[in-house]
């Protein structure tokens, strides 16, 4: 019996060693690495890479999970890009790109939202949303320019980011991202997708 325990304390100490030598090697420096579960953490504490770990625009970078269909897996070298480039996690890109357009870059909504990440332009049916001091639109993009996959990416990561930064949470900025009147419906089916996709 001693002997037996000793081959079983052995084992788990060879276990542990192994276990400190993976964590001291950490994640490859320089490179986003997202966590193994970012959804069971808060919504707003979804992984973002930091400004260094932003690859160039002319890298074939691809950090969306393999798990998304084939329509948003053919985006997956901007979608790294453009997410890195506004401090997003890639599959929350990804993500919002399978609710609102399924990849299409041609995808014009019934409100009048077009491209990849469903932006609204000043022209079309958008053209017609009034606020208080104005169009709401006038200084978005057309509907032309938002059919370019590289501008729509651009433009709708950096709105994803700047509505994280006045909301604070990813479930928040994702119910001002979304169409009005759904309450947090949008929300929660993007962050379902993320959790489907990702992992």
């Not at 973002?48 to 329509?71: D, K």
């Not at 990440?117 to 053209?127: F, K, S, T, Y």
């Not at 009034?130 to 370019?148: H, I, K, M, W």
Request: charged letters at 15%.
């Amino acid at each position: 019996m001693p002997r037996m325990q000793g081959t079983v304390f052995s084992a788990v100490m060879v276990g542990c060693l192994i276990v400190v030598l993976i964590g001291l090697m950490g994640p490859t420096p320089g490179r986003f690495v997202p966590s193994e579960d970012p959804l069971h953490s808060p919504p707003d504490q979804i992984p973002v890479p930091s400004e260094n770990q932003v690859p160039s625009s002319n890298e074939t970078l691809c950090e969306v999970s393999a798990r998304y269909p084939q329509g948003i897996q053919q985006w997956c070298g901007p979608i790294t890009h453009h997410a890195y480039q506004n401090g997003l996690d890639p599959n929350l890109v990804a993500a919002v790109m399978l609710v609102e357009s399924g990849g299409d870059p041609l995808a014009y909504s019934k409100s009048g939202a077009v491209g990849l990440l469903q932006v609204m332009p000043r022209d079309g049916l958008a053209a017609g949303f009034q606020c208080p001091n104005g169009p709401c639109f006038a200084s978005r993009p057309t509907v032309q320019e938002l059919q370019d996959p590289e501008l729509n990416l651009a433009y709708g990561t950096r709105m994803l980011a700047a509505l994280h930064d006045q909301t604070g949470s990813w479930r928040e900025a994702l119910m001002a991202y979304g169409p009005m009147d759904v309450g947090y419906i949008y929300a929660d089916t993007v962050l379902s997708m993320l959790e489907r996709y990702s992992h």
